[in-house]
Structure formats: C-alpha cells, structure tokens
C-alpha cells in the first residue's frame, strides 16, 4: 500500500483528457472506415458511429463511478478486486480479466500491424498475402526489439513517435471539409433504412467497429492513483473524449466518402491514401501514408508499452502466474510479459482484420465490459463502506444502456466470434482452477 500512497497525483484535467484521446486516436479509424461502410453497404453505417458513441458515454459513466470510487491503479482490474472484496468473486474476477487480456490485448496490437502493412502495400504494389503477412511479423519484432530496454529510453522515444498522428488527422479533415460534396456522401442505396434482420445484424457490426476505434476514452481509469482530485477530473475526462474524438471520427469518415465514394472506399486497403491521391495526386498521397505509417507504429509501440505492464502488475500482487513478475535483470523491465504479449501479437497479426477486430471485442466483453457493469450494482448494494464521490448520472440508465449496447455487440458478432468470447472465459476458468494450486509471488 506504501508504493500506491507514493505515487504523484499530476493527472489534471486536461492532461487526463489528452491522455485518453492520445489512446483513442490511433490507426484504427485509417483501417476500419472501409469495414465500418462495408458491415451497412452504405454511408447509413455512420449510425453505427453514433450509437457508438452513446454506447461509449454510458460505459463511461460506469467507468467513472468505479474509478472516482476507487481512484487507485489497474482499472477493471483494481474494480473487480476491489469491489468483489471477500466473495469467491472477487478472486476469480481479476484473474479472468488479466487471462483476456492476454488474449485481446496481443489482438488489439495486431490490428496495427496488419494497418501498418495495408499501408505499405500503396508503395509495393501488387504486394499479396503472403508478403502483408512478412511485413506484419517484421514490425512486431521491431516493436519487441525497441521495447526491450530501459523504461527511460522508451519514454523519449514514445514522445516522437506520437507527433505525426495530429499532423496526419488534421490533414484529411481539413481537405476532406475543403472538398466536401454532400451528395456523394449521402448517396443512400435503395432499402439503406429498412428494418430486417439483415439490418440489424449489420448495425451490430458497425457498432463493433466503432466500439474498437472508441477504445480508450477509459485509460485515464488505468492511472488513477495519479490523477489529482480524481472524483472530479475522470469523469469529465472521459466525457469530453468520447465527445472530442466522436466529432474527429464523424468528421474524418464524412470527408472521406465525400471524395472517394462509398461503394470504392469499401474496398479499400488504403483509404487515406487514396483520399489525398484524389485531392492532390500521387506525392502528396506517399507523404500521407507515410503519415498513416507513423501513427500506426506509434499506436502498436504505446499499446505493447502499456498492455506488457498490466500482467506484470497482476503477478506481483498474487493474483496471476508467477512468471509474469520476473524483471529483467540488468534493465529492471518486466521482460517475461513483454516477450509473450509481443509474441502472441505477432502470431494474430497473421489473421484478417476484421476477425482480428471481431475477436478482440468479444473476448473483452463478457469479463471487462458487463462485469464492470455487475461490479457497479454490487458495489451500490453490498459495499456501503466504499464511499462513491460521483454517481453516475441517471442510475441505473447508463448500466442498463450499457449492458445491452455490449449485449447486442456481443450477440451479432456470429457465433463463432461470440463463441470465442466464451471459450475464452471457460479456458480462463481451467487456468485459474490451475493458478490456485501453484506458489505465489509475494515479493517484487
């Protein structure tokens, strides 16, 4: 408890704010836009974007209760710990947590090194399956090979990296609002807003892809032992990223299908790229995707960075296997997670994007997302001695809005992709059941 009292609260407003954005903003909305137009077969996909955003302002209220409530460090993790204190629940949840995570975290790595080589294959033209599958292994050993060394060294080069992910966003609006055609971009296709299965089953998946670039708009959650007046600064926090990149993405999709067509955009590997060809010709497209490049390795180096970290901090308090606590031993960085997180992101980089995607929400929902959701009634219910500075507004509507957005994302990714959900969670069972009966870890 002595090092958590020791840390820094410096996390204000704005820095918490630009925390999460930083998160958010990454390569995703650079791949999926053509997947997001393609799950609807048209530009009604952008009500995807919009329940999206609903979905992620009510999770977001859940995540700040829990974390004003519990302002310490770990996220879900401290959550599930924490609140289902002294129950059979409470040992088992956190350990599920980390086990997914070392399932879905790999996976959302992945997705950026599959966008890295989409990206590349705009230089290497006619580069097949084979060769995008060789450029995805190479960047992750490059990213496992930068992260392996001193915390220090990996910071300043973090900084670096991030600076062209602004530049490339702020481009592409811009052109895209110079050139905006509101009758390409509302070019509907006959049955758009029809009521059927079909429908709804392609909501879903709009849905889901636009939950996977709203990832992040929590991760202030995640350090919130360093946040100044925590009760106060997180929720706002998540409030106004959901909105901020909300706008960015809404704004970013619009520009884009105003100068590329939908029904061409979908079937692109290289949106961005091809927007700014069609504006300002082939070099100026060479300089965006080297743009697009930047920003997805900056989004899989900081995403390996953080998600190394998290079994590490789960070892060391007893609540996962051992191994996972080992510091190397001349750069004192936790290299035994970093080498497997690295690992098995590199192996689900040899897999489409959209299963890479689908995979990802689906084995996070079931144990983060609508656990934290039961977390919340357990902890208003049974732990009156844990006091909530912040309610979430309007309770229980923001859980209940939550759960079925989850619910509904979860249930319309197919059965196989749900079905992994659930082998997920039943294979995380069998390994706690083997966890229990190995030594633990109880020193740093």
Same mark, same amino acid.
């Given at each position: 408890? &002595? ?22 903003? #990454?390569? #995703? ?6 997947? %997001? ?45 924490? #609140? ?13 947590? +980390?086990?997914?995570?070392? %399932? ?11 966008? @890295? ?33 001193? +915390? ?20 592409? +609006?811009? &052109? ?14 006959? #049955? ?6 079909? @429908? ?90 080297? $743009? ?57 980089? $040899? ?59 979860? $249930? ?33």
């Amino acid at each position: 408890m &002595a090092e958590k009292d020791a840390l820094v609260r410096g996390f204000g407003l704005v820095q918490a704010t630009a925390l999460n954005m930083s998160n958010m903003v #990454g390569v #995703g909305p650079f791949i999926t836009i053509p997947l %997001i137009i393609a799950s609807m077969g048209g530009p009604q996909c952008m009500l995807g974007w919009l329940l999206g955003a609903g979905l992620a302002l009510c999770d977001g209220l859940v995540w700040s209760e829990l974390a004003a409530a519990m302002p310490g460090t770990g996220g879900t993790y401290l959550y599930l710990r924490e #609140g289902f204190r002294n129950t059979r629940l409470g040992g088992i949840l956190p350990f599920l947590f +980390i086990w997914q995570f070392i %399932i879905s975290g790999p996976l959302e790595i992945a997705s950026g090194y599959i966008g @890295f080589a989409q990206y590349v294959g705009y230089f290497w033209r006619g580069m097949g399956a084979v060769e995008t599958r060789l450029v995805s292994l190479a960047v992750g050993i490059v990213v496992v090979a930068l992260l392996y060394r001193r +915390i220090t060294a990996v910071a300043r080069l973090t900084i670096v990296l991030w600076i062209g992910m602004l530049a490339t966003v702020v481009w592409i +609006i811009a &052109a895209g609002l110079m050139n905006f055609d509101a009758r390409v971009v509302f070019d509907f296709p006959p #049955g758009a807003f029809t009521f059927s299965r079909g @429908f709804l089953a392609g909501l879903g998946s709009a849905m889901l892809i636009a939950m996977y670039d709203f990832m992040g708009y929590y991760d202030i959650c995640y350090v919130g032992g360093e946040v100044r007046q925590p009760e106060r600064v997180i929720p706002r926090s998540i409030l106004y990223s959901v909105l901020a990149v909300a706008a960015i993405y809404a704004l970013m999709n619009l520009s884009i299908i105003a100068v590329v067509p939908w029904r061409e955009a979908m079937s692109s590997k290289f949106i961005a790229a091809q927007f700014i060809e069609k504006l300002y010709g082939t070099r100026a497209a060479g300089v965006v995707t080297v $743009l697009v490049l930047w920003t997805a390795f900056a989004s899989v180096f900081a995403l390996l960075l953080g998600y190394s970290r998290i079994p590490y901090a789960a070892a060391i308090d007893g609540d996962f296997f051992p191994v996972f606590a080992r510091l190397h031993p001349s750069g004192k960085f936790p290299h035994i997670a970093l080498l497997v997180m690295g690992a098995l992101s590199i192996a689900a980089s $040899l897999f489409n994007l959209d299963a890479v995607i689908s995979a990802l929400l689906t084995s996070r929902i079931l144990i983060q997302f609508i656990g934290q959701i039961f977390a919340l009634h357990f902890l208003r219910k049974h732990r009156s001695d844990i006091e909530r500075p912040f309610r979430a507004w309007l309770y229980p509507l923001p859980s209940v809005i939550a759960f079925a957005g989850w619910s509904y994302i979860f $249930l319309t990714s197919g059965w196989n992709y749900a079905g992994f959900g659930v082998l997920t969670l039943a294979a995380g069972v069998g390994a706690y059941k083997l966890w229990r009966r190995l030594p633990k870890v109880s020193e740093t």
